[in-house]
């Protein structure tokens, strides 16, 4: 039904902690202390993050929050 919906023009917004339903979106949006730290198709982001899923996107996002990068 979703995917019915998009295919007809119609925006979804999903939010989520899993980042395995991330996979499943066209574009999105990480956010890390209240700020985006990166917006792209999952598959553009995994390859900027030389991450093999979007959790290891997730992973290294807060990983350079943490130490302030």
């Known amino acids: 039904m979703i995917y019915e919906a998009a295919e007809g023009g119609t925006t979804i917004f999903i939010t989520t902690h899993y980042m395995d339903e991330a996979e499943y ?4 949006s990480i956010m890390v202390d209240g700020e985006v730290r990166a917006l792209d ?15 290891g996107v997730f992973r290294t996002l807060a990983r350079d929050a943490e130490r302030g990068d």
């Open 25 to 28: 979106c066209s574009r999105v």
């Open 41 to 55: 198709t999952p598959s553009r982001l995994k390859q900027q993050f030389n991450a093999e899923s979007m959790d």
